[in-house]
Nanobody, 122 residues
């Protein structure tokens, strides 16, 4: 079992930045890959970014490339999502997720956090 707790969401103006954190517990953090997903009102959940167990492989959704950065600190059992140049369309609930194996890009992760709201005002 892995417990995930996100933090760092909030209200920010367009062009601003936020850093989300996701603290994991319950299983050796370096044994799971981590991903961030988001869900806007009335829309399906979508992939944002993911990082493998060692941090050596990272994927981004096209809209996140150049603006968002995922990183992990295995010593702190935490994954981060740095979001820059935020746009109103980035408004969503952001979820972190963990998986022991399988594709980083698929949405069928094993464990999910409760989500943190990110609101970008225009």
């Amino acid at each position: 079992q892995v417990q995930l707790v996100e933090s760092g969401g909030g209200l920010v103006q367009a062009g601003g930045s936020l850093r989300l954190s996701c603290a994991a517990s319950g299983r050796t953090f370096s044994s799971v890959a981590m991903g961030w997903f988001r869900q806007a009102p009335g829309k399906e959940r979508e992939f944002v970014t993911a990082i493998n167990k060692s941090g050596g492989l990272i994927y981004y959704a096209d809209y996140a490339k150049g603006r968002f950065t995922i990183s992990r600190d295995n010593a702190k059992s935490t994954v981060y999502l740095q979001m820059n140049t935020l746009k109103p369309e980035d408004t969503a609930v952001y979820y972190c997720a963990a998986r022991g194996s399988g594709s980083l890009l698929r949405g069928d992760y094993d464990y999910w956090g409760q989500g943190t709201q990110v609101t970008v005002s225009s």
